[in-house]
């Protein structure tokens, strides 16, 4: 019986001492001030701000799946705006999110807003 | 007359009914036989609970006649077992979880270098889920290791128990029914009577 408890713990393996460290990974400011404004809901306007923007390759513009709750890549951009044409649709209540990603390709949080 | 009593004295058969190659046992070679042969089958009846209690923890002592303490000894060994078991099991479980995290985790600085965007919040997800998963699988471990050392002493306090007991002493005989007791059926005129009697 003992023989048998022995083999149930030996032949298993042990987990890590300790976890690994963290990633020195460097993280792209986040931007702020994100500001939506439509006057039809098909054309958008998009404005956002970072407080480093050398620190940024490229801003990331996201919608959101009204059913899903998903952020959907809607556009790439090396600006602080940008300007979107949704489609023939109005869209009221659309969601929008811009992230920034940093040279090391690392994504910062990503904001949210929607029109007024 | 002293000759021929003599003669027929040396003559006189042997009356014993047991036979007269039979020898008698003095006293002492008694006292001397049971002193030799009542540890041998002590011996014997240890070694046959020793065995007993070193395969079934507990079964020693209900050999020997205590009941309770092979139940004491056959629970704990069963709950302690069991908790090992249930520890391993859980074990495995976070140090899957931890392991594959820890995959993921230090994967990241290969797909970042090889152009793959990642957000900081995936990365710091997979971290928090890495080192949680870690201090399951310590916390599980280190149970385990308790439950284990608890299923060793219960083992080894069994197998002390069971060479250091007696025999327990046998019970009072019960009283049986004898065979006066019998079943009666019964007819008259106010209607019928079954019964039985019992006699001790």
């Known amino acids: ?116 | 007359m002293g000759r021929y009593s003599e003669m027929s004295h040396n003559h006189v058969p042997n009356m014993n009914p047991a036979g007269s190659g039979r020898k008698r046992l003095s006293i002492p070679a008694v006292v001397l036989l049971l002193s030799v042969l009542m540890p041998v089958q002590a011996f014997a009846d240890n070694t046959q609970a020793l065995l007993r209690s070193l395969i079934v923890p507990g079964s020693g002592q209900a050999h020997k006649g205590h009941y309770t303490k092979a139940a004491v000894f056959a629970g704990a060994t069963i709950l302690t077992g069991a908790g090992v078991f249930l520890t391993r099991i859980q074990y495995n479980q976070a140090n899957d979880r931890y392991q594959n995290a820890k995959r993921t985790y230090l994967g990241y600085p290969d797909q970042l270098s090889g152009g793959t965007v990642i957000s900081v919040t995936d990365i710091n997800q997979t971290y928090s889920d890495m080192t949680t998963a870690w201090d399951d699988a310590d916390s599980r471990y280190k149970w385990q290791r308790a439950f284990m050392v608890m299923l060793g002493v219960t083992y080894v306090v069994n197998i002390v128990d069971v060479l250091m007991s007696d025999p327990a002493p046998a019970d009072p005989e019960i009283p049986r029914v004898e065979e006066s007791s019998h079943y009666y059926f019964q007819t008259d005129l106010e209607g019928v009577r079954v019964g039985a009697k019992f006699g001790f």
């Not at chain 1, 931007?31 to 958008?44: E, K, L, Q, R, S």
């Not at chain 1, 959907?72 to 969601?95: F, I, K, R």
């Open chain 1, 1 to 116: 019986m003992m023989s048998f408890v022995a083999l149930l713990v030996v032949g298993c393996a042990r987990h890590d001492d300790a976890p690994p460290a963290p990633l020195s990974v460097v993280v792209p400011p986040t931007p702020t001030g994100f500001t939506v404004a439509t006057t039809d809901y098909i054309v958008w306007d998009l404005n956002w701000s970072v407080s480093n923007p050398s620190a940024v390759r490229i801003y990331y513009v996201y919608t959101y799946n009204v059913i899903t709750g998903q952020a959907v890549l809607a556009d790439s951009t090396m600006n602080t705006s940008e300007q979107y044409n949704t489609g023939a649709t109005p869209l009221p209540g659309l969601l929008w999110g811009v992230s920034a990603v940093s040279p090391d390709n690392v994504e910062s949080p990503i904001v949210q807003g929607t029109a007024p």
